[in-house]
């Protein structure tokens, strides 16, 4: 896959593009030499300075490659823009240098021997001029400040567009391009114009039979607090009935919530000295699965199906799969000093995929959540989701929020916060206080989905003492959650009807679009998932 761009469609910083003239202005005053270069092109020439070995960077434009008109490949294209970031950088420390170096020439003029031999009129003639000097040297920062920040835009951007063409031919046999003909140019040019493939990523249709890779993984099913000694969880996963309860040993096991004898339901009943007891005839079931007490009858020997299960860090995990469960499982707990505050399981009558989707937008806030958390908030210009080339976390900006999706349905997100409804700062480090968010999202059945929720603070822990405090917290949730989910409903209900709800992906949607990509690897059995390190990736 060759993903086109055109060097002018960048539009890089001119100097990029032609030979630079340097323009020296030199000037004699009051009997010393202010010798600086200003302007569009120019940059400092050697001057004799404490500070100069400190910016002495080579001026990188002699080996910018000349690619004016020119169609570039996506390292080519990389390539000219790393040189208009080291042009950028280059620039800043010349201006930077050049305020430095103002800066003696005041400290100079302001020097008490040298004021002895100067007259008060020739002082402040050379103080309004080197104040003049200062300004514009100082725009001449604010200029090369935004340089960078466009210069940072582009990568991004570009980065971008490479996922875009990703998305476009990942069903392609991947064929090498060796010239580009004026189709090619012309689909080029509108990608970089803004106008992103259509029908890129295709969500659409109902939702088929899961594919049995998405099975194998350790997927949390409930909190340790929700099962006690004497009780029992019903859930589905995969469309298949389940039930954990504790054996006698206080360890949890998960079994089909269906009785061998006459399918009953087995959580309809009670769990009696570590085994599960159906409430029909009575038959009673240990965590392995096998039946241990049929009353009223010879015993037989009758197993029911059950799934590896583990407790870990307070929650209950099992592996739906058929391969081999992993040696470890994913470490879910909240950052170092946080505290959980609130765990609330809620069963949403929406696929699993799309409330991931959801739940990895943040772009959607100012204009969905109105009355609870978002409440307030301005619409910022821009959103964009900033991540590294191979990730599936970052954080957003404007937001102070950070963000990760864990295979194979988990996000978690660190929110800055100042006061209740409020953010603060430009990230999550700039904050004072923050709330951590766990949402594990299995899929229960192609139309429904049990989210696991988890709220922690590093804040405000007396309210963990708070009577009803859970029920105020869940309250909260609901409502936050009642804002989504009638928009996706809709959308579910429109993609069961041949809607793709991921028709025309933009810039804030990185994150949902590379969970998708991932989603749409790992079912096809790649053997590199996207967006993992090697060892991430499953076999």
Not at 116 to 132: F, N, P, R, V
Not at 294 to 311: A, D, G, H, W
Request: proline share 7%; charged share 25%.
């Amino acid at each position: 896959m060759t993903a086109i761009a055109t060097a002018a469609a960048l539009s890089l910083p001119i100097s990029l593009y032609r030979p630079a003239k340097i323009n020296a202005k030199k000037s004699v005053r009051g009997g010393f030499r202010v010798f600086a270069l200003f302007g569009e092109e120019g940059g400092l020439v050697d001057k004799k300075s404490a500070w100069s070995t400190l910016f002495d960077v080579e001026d990188p434009r002699s080996k910018v490659p000349q690619c004016k008109g020119k169609f570039l490949d996506v390292n080519q294209a990389l390539e000219v823009a790393r040189y208009d970031i080291q042009y950028c950088d280059w620039r800043a420390r010349q201006d930077v240098l050049t305020i430095m170096l103002l800066h003696e020439k005041v400290v100079e003029v302001l020097n008490p021997l040298a004021r002895d031999y100067k007259s008060i009129g020739t002082m402040k003639k050379e103080l309004a001029e080197l104040q003049e000097d200062l300004a514009q040297a100082h725009r001449q920062v604010h200029i090369s400040e935004a340089r960078v920040a466009t210069a940072l835009d582009k990568l991004a951007y570009m980065e971008a567009l490479v996922n875009d063409r990703l998305l476009q031919d990942r069903h392609t046999s991947g064929t090498d391009q060796t010239c580009a003909s004026p189709s090619t140019s012309k689909q080029s040019l509108d990608i970089v114009k803004g106008k992103l493939p259509r029908k890129s990523l295709n969500v659409s249709g109902p939702v088929q039979p899961y594919n049995t890779r998405l099975k194998n993984f350790w997927f949390p099913v409930a909190f340790s607090t929700d099962l006690k000694d004497d009780t029992m969880v019903p859930f589905d996963c995969f469309e298949e009935p389940w039930v954990i309860f504790r054996g006698k040993d206080g360890i949890p096991g998960c079994v089909q919530n269906t009785c061998a004898h006459r399918a009953c339901p087995l959580h309809l009943g009670s769990v009696n000295e570590g085994r599960i007891q159906c409430p029909y005839h009575g038959w009673e079931y240990s965590t392995d699965g096998k039946c241990e007490k049929m009353p009223s009858t010879q015993l037989r020997n009758v197993k029911i199906k059950s799934l590896p299960c583990f407790e870990q860090e307070g929650m209950i995990w099992i592996w739906p799969g058929d391969e081999p469960p992993t040696a470890t499982i994913p470490c879910l707990l909240p950052p170092s000093g946080f505290e959980i505050h609130a765990e609330i399981v809620m069963e949403l009558p929406i696929e699993h995929g799309l409330l991931l989707d959801n739940l990895l937008d943040l772009a959607h806030a100012p204009f969905t959540h109105t009355s609870t958390f978002a409440k307030g908030w301005s619409v910022p210009s821009l959103v964009k989701f900033l991540t590294p080339a191979s990730g599936l976390q970052g954080y957003w900006d404007p937001y102070p929020i950070d963000m990760e999706f864990r295979p194979p349905c988990m996000v978690l997100s660190t929110i800055g916060i100042s006061k209740p409804g409020k953010l603060e700062g430009q990230n999550t480090r700039q904050c004072a206080t923050h709330l951590h968010q766990l949402h594990v999202c299995l899929p229960s059945s192609r139309k429904k989905t049990r989210l696991l929720y988890r709220m922690s603070l590093d804040f405000a822990s007396v309210l963990k003492h708070v009577p009803f405090m859970q029920y105020l917290w869940r309250h909260f949730a609901e409502q936050v959650l009642n804002e989504d989910l009638r928009l996706v409903l809709g959308q579910q209900e429109r993609m069961n009807n041949g809607a793709n709800v991921w028709n025309l992906p933009v810039g804030y949607d990185k994150l949902g679009v590379r969970y998708r990509l991932w989603r749409d690897a790992l079912e096809r059995g790649a053997k590199q998932l996207p967006f993992m390190e090697p060892m991430q990736t499953r076999k």
